[in-house]
């Protein structure tokens, strides 16, 4: 047994709701001077430190020093399998090229895919294991990691079996998702209809086979995901939750991905790549509207786990989403790092019952960030998001974005023992303090991991 004790604030996130909206989540459930108790990989008690302590007589204790515990960050989109940075992208967007103007230029999303084709797996596997080891010295325990430099059928594979090799080696939690439909490839340009059909009849198909558990390198670690099979009742908690597991053995992909924007994919395209998802029982989630409006409703009944971006949603669709089981995951990262001078509407989401979700967006072009904490700074200062709102979407939303609000994004018995502790004496200073990282402990599914 582990005791975390002696903690200033315990931010535990609890409450019946799985995913928050509105006033919710402002909510972040405080314990003053508080302790958990861990066995194996679960939590299995949460209160004030003196209660707690009668309980933990054989448990090793880790003295938080009166500093701030709250649930491991769930960093809900990421695209870390890539060889490279894009140093020359970087430059001549300072110079004031835009995101558009670099990919015609043979720059952008495509520029890391002859890399990546060339990389062996065992080097992709590297640097995703440099990325999410990274990400957890900062606080996050669960990563949602992305194939799509690759946008050929074999290296959209190697690209998921690099993801499943660092997680057998990471100590936090991966989900794999095919991002197959990242962009359509130089090769079939004027092809296009043909890469859409090598998506659904082969990269979705591959992804989606289960592999024994038992068997597959790293296989323990990628976590099978529990799907929502009914609307918004299914992740609020607030109906009778109908979820599917993938069981015990696992796929290489428990989601898949298209980046659904005018020089990427159409919704016309999305459909046929999400109802091919469905047909192989995966989950569903997209890029929407980074770049221009795109309506939602079309693609709303594949009941995506998550629409990610949305900076340019269209204020009509936000009573629609508000109904919906889908969370809305924003990347100010992205923007930030483009050097946009507007962000997305997160006020007017929450406003609107929206479940937000914050995440990195890592990846070598728009966001080369693996900081959690960076990502809330940013949702305050440039979302207007208030710390705890922040910190709500970070954890407890995020879950909700990967279908795993029932065992990660709070601190409550029953649940994994994935939590972070920050040195710092109030919750608000994980928000305040950028560019420095205040990290202190770190614990994975009940194993301390870094403690600084
Ligand atoms: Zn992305």
């Known amino acids: 047994m582990l005791l975390l004790t002696n903690i200033g604030q315990l931010l535990t996130l609890r409450g019946p709701a799985a995913v928050r909206r509105g006033a919710a989540m402002r909510e972040l459930g405080i314990v003053a001077d508080a302790a958990v108790l861990c066995s194996g990989t679960k939590i299995i008690a949460v209160g004030p430190r003196r ?14 020093g009166r500093r701030v515990a709250l649930p491991g960050f769930v960093d809900s989109h990421t695209h870390p399998v ?26 952008g999303i495509r520029s890391s895919v002859d890399a990546v084709r060339s990389a062996l797996r065992r080097s992709l596997a590297e640097q995703v294991v440099s990325a999410v080891t990274r990400m957890n010295q900062h606080g996050t325990t669960t990563v949602e990691a992305k194939s799509g430099y690759g946008l050929d059928a074999a290296s959209e594979i190697k690209s998921l079996e690099a993801i499943r ?18 962009v359509v490839p130089r090769e079939f340009s004027t092809r296009r209809e043909e890469y859409v059909r090598l998506v659904i009849e082969e990269m979705i198909p591959r992804a989606a086979r289960k592999t024994d558990a038992a068997k597959a390198p790293g296989s323990s670690t990628v976590r099978p995901v529990m799907r929502a099979s009914s609307r918004r009742s299914a992740s609020d908690g607030q109906g009778a939750p109908r979820w599917r597991s993938s069981g015990g053995s696992s796929r290489l992909a428990e989601f898949v991905d298209v980046f659904c924007e005018r020089g990427a994919f159409t919704v016309a395209e999305t459909r046929l ?3 091919a998802a469905r047909r192989h029982g995966l989950g569903v989630r997209a890029h929407l509207c980074q770049l221009s409006e795109t309506a939602v409703a079309d693609l709303l009944e594949f009941e995506p786990a998550s629409l990610d971006h949305m900076e340019c949603a269209c204020p009509a669709d936000l009573p629609l989403l508000a109904q919906s089981s889908t969370v809305i995951t924003l990347l100010p990262g992205a923007d930030y790092f483009l050097g946009l001078l507007s962000y997305a509407p997160a006020r007017r989401f929450i406003e609107a019952g929206v479940a937000l979700a914050l995440a990195t967006d890592f990846n070598p072009g728009t966001s080369p960030t693996i900081s959690m904490p960076m990502v809330l700074s940013l949702a305050c200062t440039q979302l207007q998001m208030s710390p705890a709102e922040a910190i709500a979407a970070a954890t407890i939303n995020g879950a909700a974005a990967l279908r795993l609000a029932h065992s990660k994004g709070s601190i409550e018995p029953g649940k994994d023992a994935d939590v972070a502790v920050f040195d710092v004496r109030d919750h608000r200073e994980i928000c305040y303090w950028f560019g420095e990282n205040r990290c202190w402990a770190v614990i994975n599914r009940g194993v301390l991991q870094a403690r600084r």
């Open 273 to 275: 790549i999400f109802e």
């Open 165 to 182: 090799a660092a997680a057998a080696r990471f100590a936090g939690t991966i989900v794999p998702t095919l991002l197959g439909a990242h």
């Open 51 to 64: 209660e707690i302590a009668r309980q933990a007589k054989r448990a090793r204790e880790i003295d938080c």
């Open 82 to 107: 890539f060889a490279a940075p894009r140093l020359v992208d970087f430059e001549q967007r300072i110079a004031g090229a835009t995101y558009e103007q670099i990919a015609e230029k043979g720059g």
